[in-house]
């Protein structure tokens, strides 16, 4: 059964000091790259409305740190409890991201439940004394540590596919106790609202918490940007380093004749988000149909993921057999392909650019021999049924890239080190988000060096860890040491 049509479109505007407000009195049409009759109109800020809520997050930074944990814990666990998603909430997401009804669903459960997992993890793994994160640094010594927040407010970019993002970072302001401006994409403003609303209702200072969206196409939007990442402490951005470094970091100035870039980032804690590409090497011994499930898995059941598997090395002496597994699995798949509105839907639409670029190259690579079409086929310009591929071109961009498609490329390699060595070469010059290893042998993995921020021993990809991300230790980067001598008797 799928969800009636929303004929109504949805307006939003900025949140800003607990408040729906838009200085600006401007907004702009985004319609949904998928249903062409859904359409929405988000603000269009100005530099009045980034002022004002720059004001209001400078003035929450002591009302937000003094806030014991256990009130910060409370007002997560309630939030979560509260936050609740209506159908007109998942339709919203599905025709923004093109994402299947199921998927939609489980991910925006997923963002209820982060709310309460990370103060939860906080405590189990440094602890909480005398209503502040702290602990013993070294037993039996006289040193008390504790963790205190960051002087300033964390300006946060976030992308327009995860619904489950804003309930992320806002989850580790609150357990820190930190105020931030979230300057969310223009596909996601639904989602973002209700997260920072049920965090500021269950008793969060409205100030803390605070919304923004502008036209980024326009010539003169990046003034907004470097106004935010001036007035904050930490810039917590999402994206690649291009995209990052152009819009937040670097700007020219021409004085006196010459051309002047400034470093925007030069004293700024800063939080990057740029990697993905996740991959697996299945070793010899391994349980085929084990190794097929958490690959095709990882592979689609969201694709669009940053954390979603793209590259498979297979050294399991048995290729064509698991190739066999991947593609009877993959063709089952595929007659679930079609409106992600319906239920039984789990292949949807994607980005129309993306799969005119996989059709194209992949057309050519076959021509060249060097690129063999297992099974999926293009529906239309937003849809294709799973693309399974194999390759023995090490340097294939398939091997190497985030296309966010429903997409998996496999490479035979002749041995366990061999597929490593294949797997780091093609991660290029950034670590890979995550690599899964298939294999029985924990101590081979152990001592194996992976260009990969995460190693995970015959478990998902997308499984997300919420305290790293990309090598990043979110508690660190977020709070500094304050450490006490303490009296024993």
Same mark, same amino acid.
């Given at each position: ?160 596919? =995860? ?5 992320? @970072? ?49 010539? +003169? ?59 697996? @090497?299945? =070793? ?8 097929? +499930? ?6 689609? +059941? ?16 048995? %290729? ?15 007659? %679930? ?13 994607? =980005? ?101 921020? %995460? ?9 997300? =860890? ?24």
């Amino acid at each position: 059964m799928a969800f009636k049509t929303i004929e109504a479109q949805a307006e939003f505007q900025n949140l800003i000091g607990g408040r729906e407000l838009l200085l600006s009195t401007k907004t702009f049409a985004v319609p949904s790259p998928f249903y062409p009759d859904f359409l929405t109109k988000v603000p269009d800020s100005n530099l009045f409305d980034v002022t004002t809520a720059v004001s209001k997050a400078k003035g929450a930074v002591g009302e937000c740190a003094r806030l014991s944990f256990e009130r910060r814990e409370e007002i997560l666990q309630n939030a979560s409890r509260g936050l609740k998603f209506s159908s007109f909430d998942k339709e919203y997401v599905v025709k923004m991201m093109g994402m299947p009804l199921a998927s939609v669903e489980r991910h925006l459960q997923e963002a209820a439940l982060v709310l309460k997992e990370v103060p939860q993890v906080v405590r189990e793994r440094i602890g909480v004394a005398h209503g502040r994160i702290a602990r013993h640094p070294v037993k039996g010594r006289d040193l008390f540590k504790f963790l205190e927040p960051v002087q300033g407010f964390v300006y946060v970019v976030t992308p327009g596919n =995860d619904a489950r993002v804003v309930a992320h @970072v806002a989850s580790w302001l609150v357990t820190v106790g930190l105020p931030g401006i979230f300057k969310v994409s223009k596909n996601d403003m639904l989602i973002s609202q209700k997260v920072l609303r049920a965090l500021i209702d269950a008793g969060y200072p409205a100030n803390g918490l605070q919304l923004l969206c502008w036209d980024t196409a326009k010539p +003169d939007s990046h003034v907004l940007n470097f106004s935010l990442v001036d007035a904050s402490r930490v810039v917590w951005a999402f994206g690649s380093t291009d995209t990052v470094d152009n819009l937040l970091r670097y700007e020219e100035k021409h004085i006196g004749g010459q051309t002047i870039k400034l470093d925007h980032f030069s004293d700024k804690i800063v939080l990057r988000h740029i990697s993905g590409r996740s991959a697996a @090497v299945v =070793d010899s011994g391994v349980d085929l149909n084990k190794a097929t +499930d958490l690959t095709l898995e990882s592979a689609f +059941d969201w694709p669009i993921g940053c954390n979603s598997l793209k590259a498979v090395f297979d050294a399991s002496g048995q %290729h064509e057999e698991f190739m066999a597994k991947l593609k009877e699995r993959a063709e089952k798949l595929a007659k %679930h392909t079609g409106d992600p509105l319906k239920e039984g839907t789990r292949v949807g639409y994607v =980005d129309d650019k993306t799969l005119a670029f996989v059709s194209k190259r992949m057309h050519e690579l076959k021509k060249l021999g060097l690129l063999s079409v297992q099974t999926g086929q293009e529906l239309s310009h937003i849809q294709s049924t799973p693309f399974l591929f194999s390759t023995h071109d090490v340097h294939s961009e398939f091997l190497a890239n985030e296309l966010s498609i429903y997409l998996l490329t496999v490479k035979k390699s002749s041995s366990f080190e061999k597929a490593v060595e294949e797997m780091n070469e093609t991660a290029g010059q950034y670590k890979r988000l995550a690599a899964s290893v298939f294999s029985e042998d924990e101590t081979k993995i152990l001592r194996t060096q992976l260009h990969a921020h %995460h190693v995970k021993r015959m478990r998902h990809t997308t499984e997300l =860890d919420v305290i790293f991300h990309e090598g990043q230790d979110y508690l660190h980067k977020l709070t500094e040491p304050q450490v006490h001598r303490v009296q024993y008797r």
